[in-house]
Every structure is written in C-alpha cells, then in structure tokens.
C-alpha cells in the first residue's frame, strides 16, 4: 500500500468499538510498572522502559482509544516498532490488576495490519534503518 | 455549609458511587462469559501433576528448615516474593485507604447520628499514627511514579488525578485533627476531598478497585486467585 496513502478512521473506530473491555483495560490501568519484570525482552533489553508490556500497550491501542481512531498512518508505522518488534505475544506477562495485555497489543497488530501496515517477512533492524 | 456536606452532598456521592460502581460491576458481566471446564476431561497425568503441585508434595518435609524452604519456593513463585518491599507498601497502603476511615471515632460518631450504629473504633493516636504512615505511603508513590523511569513512561495525568484523589482526603484529615490552618476550611476541604474521591472511584483509573476483584478472582486465568470460571468474549 501507498505509504503516502490515507488511512480509513472510521474503520479504525469501528474496530475500537468492537472491543470494550479493551476500552475497560486501558481506563483501569494504574500504571504500576509491575509487569515490566515479567516480560524476558524487557529484562534482556537493559530494562529499556519501552520494552514494557503495559508501555506496548498504552502507546498503540492505548493512543487509538485517546485519539478516537484519528490516527495518522506515520504514527501507526511509529506502532509498527513497538508491537512486533518489541513483543512477540508469549502471553507471559503478569498484570496485578487482572488486565490481559497480549490481547490489547494483538488487537493493535489487526487494527494496523487492516490499514496495511506490517511488519515485512524478511524485514530486519539492519534493512529498517 | 457543614450540614449541606454532611446532608444532601454525602446522599449525592453514595448514588454516585454506588450507582457507578453497579455500572462497572453490569459491565464487567457484559463483557465476560461462563466458560466450563471439566476437570475429569483433562488427561490423567497432567491432572495427577497438578494435584501434587496443589499439594505441594514436591519438598519434603522433615525439619523446621524445610517448612521455610517450602514457603520460600512457594512466595518466590508469585509477586510478594519477588518484589517483597513493594508488596509490602503496596498492601499496607490499600489496608490503611480501605478500613482507616471505618475506625475513625469522628467518622463513627457521625454514623452513629445518623444510622444509630457504629463500628469498632481505634484510638485517635493510633488513627493519627496510621494517617501519618498512609501519607508517608503515598509520598512513595508519588516519588515512584516521578522517578522511577519505567513508571513515568506509562504515566497520564489521569493517574497523578488518581494518586491525589486519594491522598487528598487523608492529607487534609491529618491536617483537621492537628488544626493546622484554619480548622473550618480544613474540615471542609476533608469532607469535600472524601466525597469527590468516592465519586471518582468508578470513572477513573480508581475504578481498578472492582476491577481487580472481578478480574482477579473470576477470570480463569493461570495468574488468578482460585478457580476462576470466566472469560473476555470475543466480538463484543
């Protein structure tokens, strides 16, 4: 797809809709920073602070929800780093609230591979940058 | 004005909170469904594993030592034995906000006008020993969610709103009892800070207080309290 290309908010929104609780996570998320010693990349990324779960979260579908779908297809390639390359959806990390995480960041992976952003098979950091 | 915040206001606040709190709890069962799993389907291994694991029949016990051995690899499997200090804090902190204002002899008088009934109270030092304590505790979070870097990185204004919605009350309650200021204005103040975190629990990131309880305990889940029997529907 054109990189120049629109993207269609109304389809985002109407992708947001369809997820409440996701909507319920994000307004309970206290931010207590305790899931970040339970995902391995954050450990083994010299504890860089975007390598935490609910980070990954907050920022993608996180800035969807705030900005109500009126995202620009920059900012979802600026996503595009932090929910593939930053997550690989082990489904380990630990929340204290009870919020699921992984579904929060897989849901951001659909919303942006429908406006045809994602991350390309033989794609590595070295092509990247 | 004393008798309007402690009338008409406080009747105001309870509907809210109540209310909201009701919404929360309906929402929660909207977006979650039963999900049924018979035990006697799992395969007969893994079944008899998990049953020993339950029973923890992995250490052996033969002396005093191993007790605590037991216990050690026990809380080193969850939270409280990983990060022990911010357990610490963390649970002292939701003690204090939760009971503290249900054992305060002021607040029990007032009850007891109104409803003709009353809780058991604490002494007013223990209570102003304890305010003093919760107010050290947020202090601590406060400082953590400005200092600690991986704090910051997740952090809105929505949480600081939520953080002093809760300190509020607690700061101006210690504040009133030592009648510092103005004891008037402050007395307000506490009455209208308590009524205003009451009603925010359910709208802001507060409302993780049903949450955690719903999520916790009733969503079936490797990480929740006991056996939970629901999940997140899909498609909703």
Redesign the interface.
Known sequence: MDAVSLVEENSIRKMLD????ME?FL????????C??SCFLYVNNN?D??Y?P??KA?HSLGKMYRKKGRVSRRELEEMKDLIWDKCVLCTRC?C?????IP?MISWARSICRSQGVFREYDQTDELSK | MYDFLIGPMLAVTLVIFIGGLAYRIH??F???GEVKIDPAALPKDIRTDVENREKEEYVRINSASDVFLKWKIKLKRT?LG??PV?SAVTIVFHLILLFLPIVTVGHNVLLDDYFGFRFPTLSESTVDNLTLLFILLFLFFFLR?IL?????????WR?YL?LFATGAPFITGFLAFHQIFSYDIILYLHIICGELMLIAIPFT?L??MP??I???FM?R?E??FGTGTRK??E??
């Not at chain 1, 369809?18 to 609780?21: A, G, H, I, L």
């Not at chain 2, 600690?148 to 809105?156: F, G, Y």
């Open positions: 369809q997820k409440k609780n319920f307004s309970v998320c206290v931010g207590c920073g305790m970040a010693d504890k602070p975007s935490m609910s980070y907050v630990y204290p609230v009870g919020i699921s579904s | 929402q929660f909207q977006l979650s939270f990983k990060h911010f969610r600690s870097a991986r704090v910051r990185s997740v952090s809105t949480d939520a990131k409302a993780h949450f955690f719903l999520a916790r969503i889940n990480l929740s997140w529907l498609n909703n």
